[in-house]
């Protein structure tokens, strides 16, 4: 190790009233060899499968042929690919076909009508893939169109095939390129097996059809039996659709039905986080969209802590996050453990975006902004303290900014559900997070990072870099490695957000950022209610108010894509 690193280290460990130990120097380690990132640390994914369950009921909304929304996507997405790779492949030819040689020679030159049907070809292609890049354009019409875009190929490649002959092409034996195509579209774009069969044959008799089209000019029309020995590999293409459509949509339902928690249907991935994956979910029953997030149960594990106190305290955690009820707190449907062991929470969805994603997507906020949103933050805190739970990581991905109801730049506060209770109110001391530091390095308080006793006043902390991040557009401290964050937190004096601000910034402002930052507990603002009270005579010159927030949702609202919650998980 080298002999910084190892003087920071042990800086850290030393620190008094430090609870140094091999897992914490482990932890301090590992900050060590990450690189620091050039945004507020953002979430990290850890693979978490997606729960099974026996013996349950099929979900109404999901048939026998169907398939789940991203499933949907998927496929989606492949028949843009396929659009795109045919409008590059006939894009070439074109260029090929009007090259100078070919020009030159006339002999070399395609037949009028070949010309036209290439062209037709490309334009559709790229019709085809424009209409998947529509993001109103839902997947299951997006697929419906890939089935008439496969008929579509099958014929105007089979009339090419015929007007470009200088004589009538007798049929040969072997595979049709039409065959070809059924068979990769069934693959690539699949859809309901009964659609499938159905455009399947029809793009297969496009063969028959193109030698039919090439009789009406003249051209020798093949007989019955020799039709049937060139493309009867069409309609066993066809038929090995319909196969492959069963198949496909037998492992989608089984899918559907593996991501089924309780009354809930996991329906689509919204992101990913340290903790685990977050998921658009719907109850089978009530008409109400929700977020699921699975937590991986080793993120949340402390020092000699075994699986049934883990889950003890799990189940105990979210019972005491369910009875919160501060509007500006998520709030917690349902909870629970899969069989394959990961912990999962079913949340509110929300529409909207965190603060992280507010400030990189639109700059710094002004003051009075600013202002408005922390103190609707504290309100949520203030609950949570009261009750003796302490957030632990409050940070831009975890504070959510949406349109609630009639009320627009609304607060909600995430992962409550990960919280740790102060010391005295658990009863059962095992219940505890051991000696998992626990929260982001650029958010975390002194006493968080030295492993001493941490309280409300632990979170007043990430409120000062909260309010920091939000004024200025970066974090009080950066370094090279995230070791270096932890170092400066520990250590150095913050500088004012005005120092870093192009806006102007009033002084009581920066004071009251200043004291939240301040390495001692004791000389933070006493609770979260003080805090607020503060908070609200740091901003007269520059006041917000619920008018102007809906004034800027309304201007800025069709520029955000829509963000269910998903950060922070």
């Not at 090419?160 to 092409?169: D, P, T």
């Not at 001692?520 to 005579?537: K, T, V």
Request: proline content about 8%; charged content about 20%.
């Amino acid at each position: 190790m080298p002999s910084d690193l190892r003087e920071k280290i042990g800086s850290l460990l030393a620190e008094p009233g430090s609870t140094p130990s091999a897992e914490r120097a482990e932890w301090l380690r590992s900050l060590a060899k990450t690189e620091s990132e050039p945004r507020a640390p953002g979430a990290r994914i850890l693979e978490t499968k997606a729960p099974t369950r026996e013996g349950r009921s099929r979900p109404r909304s999901l048939t026998a042929h169907q398939i789940p929304l991203d499933l949907l996507r998927r496929a989606a997405d492949r028949l843009q690919m396929v659009a795109a790779i045919m409008a590059i492949a006939l894009t070439g030819y074109v260029v090929i076909s009007n090259s100078a040689p070919v020009l030159a020679d006339p002999s070399l030159a395609q037949p009028g009508p070949t010309r036209l049907i290439v062209l037709a070809m490309l334009l559709v292609s790229i019709g085809v893939y424009f209409l998947g890049r529509w993001q109103a354009l839902k997947p299951e019409r997006m697929l419906d169109i890939g089935l008439w875009y496969q008929v579509f190929l099958a014929f105007v490649g089979a009339v090419a095939i015929q007007y470009f002959a200088a004589e009538l092409r007798m049929p040969v034996w072997g595979v049709s390129e039409v065959a070809v195509l059924i068979l990769v579209f069934a693959i690539l774009v699949p859809n309901t097996p009964g659609k499938v069969l159905l455009f399947a044959l029809v793009a297969a008799t496009m063969d028959p059809v193109g030698d039919l089209v090439y009789g009406l000019k003249g051209g020798e029309t093949p007989t019955f039996v020799q039709m049937v020995g060139a493309y009867y590999a069409n309609y066993l293409a066809a038929g090995i659709a319909l196969v492959t459509a069963h198949v496909l949509t037998g492992l989608a339902r089984d899918v559907s039905e593996a991501r089924e928690l309780g009354s809930y249907r996991l329906t689509e991935q919204l992101g990913r986080g340290g903790m685990g994956e977050v998921w658009r979910a719907d109850h089978r029953m009530l008409a109400r969209p929700a977020a699921v997030k699975l937590i991986r149960p080793d993120m949340l594990m402390g020092v000699g802590e075994d699986r049934e106190t883990l889950v003890r305290r799990f189940e105990r955690e979210a019972q005491a996050t369910a009875l919160l009820r501060s509007p500006h707190t998520i709030e917690l449907y349902d909870f629970g453990v899969t069989p394959e062991g990961s912990l999962y929470y079913v949340m509110e969805l929300l529409d909207g975006l965190d603060m992280q994603a507010l400030v990189e997507r639109y700059g710094p906020l002004q003051p009075g902004r600013a202002v408005y949103l922390l103190a609707q933050v504290c309100d949520s805190l203030f609950e949570a303290h009261e009750n003796g739970l302490v957030h632990r990581d409050i940070k831009p991905a975890n504070v959510y900014v949406c349109q609630y109801g009639m009320e627009a730049d609304f607060v909600k506060v995430l992962d409550f559900g990960l919280v740790g209770r102060r010391p005295g109110i658990a009863a059962d001391t095992r219940l505890t997070m051991g000696d998992c530091p626990g929260g982001t390095p650029a958010f975390m308080a002194p006493e968080q990072i030295l492993g001493q006793t941490v309280d409300g006043r632990t979170d007043i902390y990430a409120m000062g870099c909260l309010a920091f991040w939000l004024l200025t557009g970066s974090c009080v401290f950066s370094g090279a490695t995230p070791l270096d964050a932890v170092v400066k937190h520990a250590r150095e004096v913050p500088e004012p957000p005005s120092a870093r601000s192009e806006m102007p910034i009033p002084a009581v402002l920066d004071e009251l950022v200043l004291a939240c930052l301040e390495k001692e507990p004791e000389r933070r603002p006493a609770s979260a209610m003080s805090l607020r009270s503060q908070l609200a005579g740091c901003a007269p010159d520059d006041p917000w108010n619920g008018e102007e927030a809906r004034s800027w949702w309304e201007l800025h609202r069709p520029t955000v894509p829509p963000e269910p919650v998903a950060q922070g998980a």
